[in-house]
């Protein structure tokens, strides 16, 4: 599941670039119920592989 920096984080967006960025999480969540993935834990995979 994506974790939702955005409900604990203060960002400075005018509200066209909040709209944006929950498109970008809402279609995010929904490629990862779909295609049944799981992106925090691709990224903590890359990471190891990167080390």
Do not use: S, V, W
């Amino acid at each position: 599941m994506i974790k939702k920096h955005n409900e604990t984080a203060h960002y400075a967006l005018d509200p066209n670039q909040l709209y944006i960025f929950n498109g970008i999480m809402q279609a995010l969540e929904l490629m990862e119920e779909r295609f049944d993935l799981d992106f925090d834990e691709l990224l903590k995979k890359r990471k190891r592989n990167k080390q």
